[in-house]
């Protein structure tokens, strides 16, 4: 790579960089100004039109982010459990990693699921899909043998993600002191969705 396109690509992370820095328990991707990201990130308003046609454009790239970042929490998380064995609490471990390491990252995927952009809606479901479908494919091969299979490993791992998501969504503002207690719970729910999903006999 040239070092004008290194550069390029520098300038276009540093400016989605500092549009997720910019976002908070209180500020949305809607609230962003161009010229505030633009400053952040040291251009000048005119350059960042160089790198994205508009806001939007930025916010789409991050969900894009966000999405690479899943599907390696997921591999992450497949090696450790290879390694340590302990599926839901090496796997519940491996999400409150990444939710310390991309906090914003994490709210933009929540906040713009049900936002008002229909692009954004749509790139985002998109990416909860490829997460979801990774995930059955691991929950398919579950359990080891046929007795203790999950019959429906589809509607395990949709019902996996939306207890997790809703867990993510509570551990991003909350006390440290009370994380522990979250990801018990979430543990404990985690196992009664396995624990169902195996004794299913709905066909």
């Known amino acids: 790579m040239t070092s004008r396109a290194e550069q390029k690509r520098r300038t276009r992370q540093n400016l989605m960089d500092a549009a997720l820095n910019q976002l908070g328990q209180d500020k949305h991707f809607a609230g962003l100004s161009l010229r505030e990201v633009a400053r952040e990130a040291g251009v000048a308003p005119t350059s960042f039109y160089r790198h994205f046609h508009d806001l939007e454009e930025l916010g789409l790239a991050l969900v894009d982010e966000a999405g690479v970042a899943l599907r390696q929490l997921m591999r992450q998380a497949r090696q450790r459990i290879a390694k340590n064995g302990g599926v839901i609490e090496t796997s519940l471990n491996t999400f409150f990693e990444f939710l310390n390491e991309n906090p914003n ?6 906040r ?3 936002g008002v952009s229909a692009r954004f809606r749509n790139a985002v479901q998109a990416e909860i899909e490829h997460f979801i479908t990774e995930l059955t494919a691991d929950l ?3 359990g080891g043998d046929t007795n203790r299979a999950l019959k429906q490993p589809r509607l395990a791992a949709e019902a ?12 991003l503002d909350n006390p440290e002191e009370n994380i522990p207690h979250l990801k018990q719970r979430l543990a404990g729910q985690l196992r009664i969705i396995l624990t169902g999903a195996r004794a299913d006999q709905s066909r």
């Open 105 to 110: 990252l994490f709210r933009l995927l929540l």
């Open 112 to 114: 713009e699921r049900t």
């Open 140 to 142: 398919s091969g579950f």
């Open 160 to 171: 996996i993600v939306i207890i997790v998501f809703h867990g993510g969504s509570e551990a």
